[in-house]
């Protein structure tokens, strides 16, 4: 087996509260079962970038890390990653922002991470580049004379062509990648979005899995991303969890909790969850004082302006259906900003009869499997799920809502709170399957893989 150069922007680092995201999570636990190398930002900010690379061990995992400057993580990471591609990639043009520099960080980020990592590649290496941070990452290493395989995963959705031609020079983002040899999406809906831009705008030609513009060709795939599902059950059997587990058990009594984790970002739909259980209170006078929504929600990107805002806004709308519906004896919902180790989590879930996980458009979501990982198979809560999240597309088993649509997850959740035994078990049952079959090493193994098999022609 060749070594493996896995490349992201953020290289795990656990924040101090513990909390990890998907993508960090998943690469962690793929690497520490082949070996390699990851590299990517230290996330770190220094004064002046001297090009130096710190190479750290933790947890059985290699990285090689590289600092950046104030002006490269505006213009990269707040910028272009995060402005303008993050809300474009959601299919949310209406709040996208392009200014000139973001482009110029962007690109000149790349060729920072590049540099170093061109000298680091040995010939039978297999490169894996991650996500919108770093689409042109292989076009700038075959500048370098780079010939082996490259594959890139995107872990956000693709967006459609009519949206995405709205981004200035979105020609040359996407020509740049034809120098992988393969590009990896979470569903076949983003796929076909791709395959489609390829066709329409470059004037590409299809060949089964291959896609040929201008003489270069490059192979698409769908390989949707898992958990870690061996480890994350082991998680819930620490005392962490036992702790958290005991306490929520205390302060439940008798309860009947919905639980939301979500980063705190606009594609999560966390604004409309609070209306749709807004709506659930007031269509049913019953459940008050008998059920409790948990919705943890730690902040993120915060130095972009869309971010705080939509902070803002789930303060005040969490205040005001609280200060609607709540009792001396009952607060209708729980909103914590702030983020909980995988342990927590693990009982968090396991507490939740229902999981409501409902963002407007998401590349996968991997909460949604994790609540199904963390259910007791004898006695499982119901995953309430949006049909916009990648995840739906192989876990059909769940209460598929349209997330736009309050009443809908209103009705879905009294569904879910009313399901008998048997249903909940044999949802339960074919969606624990899917999880723990498809996990992240059936990811990894796949993906690289395809990397490896794919015939290249350069
Ligand atoms: O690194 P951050 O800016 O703090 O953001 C965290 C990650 O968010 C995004 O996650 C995506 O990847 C998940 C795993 O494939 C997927 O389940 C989820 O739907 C995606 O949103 C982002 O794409 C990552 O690069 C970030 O590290
Ligand atoms: O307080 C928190 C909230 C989230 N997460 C983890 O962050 C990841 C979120 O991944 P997901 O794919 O759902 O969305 P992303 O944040 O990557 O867009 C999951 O593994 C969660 O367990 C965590 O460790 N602590």
């Known amino acids: 087996m060749s070594r493996l150069i896995v490349v992201s922007n953020r290289v795990s680092m656990p924040s101090p509260d513990g909390s990890q995201g998907g993508l960090a999570v998943a690469l962690q636990a793929a690497l520490r079962e082949s070996g390699g190398l990851w590299f990517g930002w230290s996330g770190r900010e220094v004064e002046e970038f001297n090009g130096s690379v710190s190479f750290e061990e933790s947890d059985g995992v290699r990285s090689a890390v590289v600092d950046l400057e104030p002006q490269d993580v505006e213009e990269y990471y707040n910028g272009f990653a995060n402005r303008t591609l993050w809300p474009l990639f959601h299919y949310r043009i209406d709040i996208a922002k392009y200014n000139r520099s973001f482009g110029s960080g962007y690109e000149r980020v790349n060729k920072r991470f590049a540099e170093p990592l061109h000298v680091m590649i040995e010939p039978e290496d ?17 500048e370098h004379g780079i010939k082996n395989k490259i594959g890139f995963f995107l872990h956000t959705p693709w967006p459609p062509t009519r949206l995405l031609v709205s981004l200035p020079h979105h020609e040359r983002l996407v020509r740049s990648m034809f120098g992988y040899d393969v590009v990896g ?6 796929l076909e979005s791709f395959r489609h831009y390829c066709e329409n705008e470059l004037g590409g030609t299809i060949d089964g899995d291959y896609i040929t513009v ?3 060709r490059l192979r698409a795939v769908v390989c949707p991303i898992g958990i870690d599902f061996k480890n994350f059950i082991d998680s819930s059997e620490t005392d962490l969890a036992h702790q958290l587990a005991e306490r929520m058990r205390v302060s439940l009594r008798q309860l009947t909790m919905i639980v939301g984790v ?23 006078p019953d459940l008050h004082r008998s059920v409790v929504l948990v919705q943890v929600a730690p902040p993120s990107r915060g ?20 200060g609607m519906f709540a009792e001396v004896d009952w607060t209708p919902i729980r909103y914590v900003n702030r983020g909980y180790r995988r342990e927590e989590l693990t009982a968090l879930y396991r507490a939740a009869r229902v999981g409501l996980v409902t963002p407007l458009r998401d590349g996968m979501n991997l909460v949604a499997k994790e609540y199904i990982a963390a259910q007791d198979p004898e006695d499982p809560g119901v995953l309430v799920l ?3 999240a990648g995840a739906a597309a192989q876990m059909q088993d769940a209460l598929l809502v349209n997330p736009y649509a309050p009443e809908e997850v209103a009705e879905a959740i009294q569904t879910a709170l009313k399901m008998p035994l048997a249903e909940r ?12 079959k498809e996990d992240v090493h059936w990811w990894r193994e796949k993906f ?4 490896e098999e794919t015939e290249t022609i350069r």
């Open 303 to 322: 130095e972009v302006e869309q971010y705080r805002h939509v902070r803002e806004e789930l303060n005040e709308l969490a205040g005001r259906i609280n």
């Open 448 to 451: 690289v893989n395809m990397i």
């Open 185 to 190: 999406f979470q569903t076949g809906e983003w």
């Open 425 to 436: 078990k044999a949802r339960f049952q074919t969606l624990r399957e899917g999880v723990e």
């Open 386 to 388: 949006s049909r916009f």
């Open 126 to 142: 297999t490169i894996w580049i991650n996500d919108y941070h770093l689409i042109p990452m292989a076009s700038l290493l075959r």
């Open 214 to 216: 201008d003489g270069q």
């Open 262 to 284: 979500d980063r705190l970002d606009y594609s999560k739909g966390l604004q409309e969850r609070l209306v749709s259980f807004e709506h659930l209170l007031n269509a049913y």
